[in-house]
């Protein structure tokens, strides 16, 4: 007579469960397909990050744009006054620092935050009356890829130690493009004929400066907190942008010119002829663009387009792109 199962009682002599094979086996399926399935994941979180530091460079670029078609002209890189004071004696630069995040926050949705600046106030951006509005940090300004801190950060001179005026400054993932010179290593009053990007200190550029096209001039591009300090509201005389302790051991990674907290530059610079920084050079120097993404890093064209430009972009093509007026032949973005 066969045996029956009475009620939930299993047969003597069945075994139940898994044996210590079998388990090893199911945890080797599992363990193979999360290695397979991880890095697809990941390179999906990643994309959809990539995709959304782009729509943030893109509002950013077509912030510019609104500003140039309300005012009739492009913001500064950053904005000093004849007359005030202090003047440091190292780069000209003077009060009251306003920056091009700042020139361009009330066409984005941040008209609050840019009216309670009060450019007039002791030192600009080093005054105690706007530093509630300068620590500010609005998320348009991050990039979702940075690696970085994002809490307010401290200026410091070139020295390290802190600066004169105690400013604290909201970080930024995104920085404009000076061009290819580096006009902050000269004691300048003035930046003309020295910057030919299109936005530098007191620039102001119109639109029929760009005579390379505006389609194939950068202006906004990429910097991240984790390579070293760079701010969105503007910069003081006398401050500098430091490399993050991971940088800081690389040979070309050192502090730059208050400029650099708001510019960057593409190279050649004097001294330097053969010298270029494209996206991610692995010199991470200050005053360069530099992403979190792998392979290169979103750049914002005159004309709004944001485009990914590869790491291992051509040097010459990337120097062309970083000027306005060069009269350059660009034929491509590609290595």
């Not at 077509?62 to 190292?90: C, F, I, M, Q």
């Not at 002791?122 to 509005?133: C, L, P, T």
């Not at 390290?160 to 000076?178: E, K, M």
């Not at 972009?313 to 970083?322: K, P, T, Y």
Request: proline share 8%; net charge negative; hydrophobic share 40%.
């Amino acid at each position: 007579m066969n045996q029956k199962l009475v009620g939930s009682r299993i047969p003597a002599g069945v075994r139940v469960g898994f044996s210590l094979v079998e388990l090893l086996v199911t945890i080797a399926i599992v363990a193979t397909l999360i290695g397979i399935l991880l890095p697809a994941v990941q390179a999906a979180r990643e994309a959809a990050r990539r995709s959304g530091c782009g729509m943030n460079v893109r509002q950013l670029a077509l912030a510019v744009v609104a500003h140039e078609s309300s005012r009739r002209r492009l913001p500064a890189g950053y904005v000093t006054e004849p007359g005030r004071s202090p003047v440091d004696p190292t780069s000209r630069d003077r009060p009251p620092g306003t920056g091009w995040g700042l020139l361009i926050a009330a066409y984005l949705e941040e008209a609050a935050l840019a009216d309670r600046f009060r450019p007039a106030a002791g030192i600009g951006v080093g005054a105690v009356e706007n530093r509630e509005v300068v620590s500010t940090s609005p998320p348009i300004f991050r990039c979702p890829s940075d690696g970085g801190p994002s809490t307010p950060f401290e200026v410091l001179e070139a020295a390290g130690g802190p600066h004169g005026s105690g400013a604290i400054l909201g970080r930024s993932s995104y920085v404009a493009n000076a061009g290819q010179a580096e006009p902050w290593s000269d004691p300048l009053d003035s930046w003309e004929g020295h910057a030919n990007g299109p936005l530098y200190r007191n620039s102001w550029l119109a639109l029929s400066r760009i005579r390379d096209g505006l389609s194939k001039t950068v202006f906004l591009g990429e910097h991240s907190q984790r390579v070293s300090q760079k701010a969105w509201a503007g910069t003081l005389p006398g401050a500098a942008s430091h490399p993050s302790p991971t940088f800081a051991v690389r040979v070309g990674s050192v502090p730059d010119g208050a400029a650099t907290l708001l510019l960057v530059h593409s190279g050649p610079a004097a001294g330097e002829a053969d010298v270029i920084h494209p996206p991610n050079d692995p010199m991470a120097h200050v005053c360069q663009m530099f992403s979190d993404h792998p392979g290169g890093c979103n750049v914002a064209f005159g004309d709004g387009a944001v485009r990914f430009i590869v790491e291992n972009i051509n040097l010459e093509v990337w120097a062309a792109m970083s000027s306005i007026a060069g009269g350059e032949t660009v034929a491509g973005d590609g290595p």
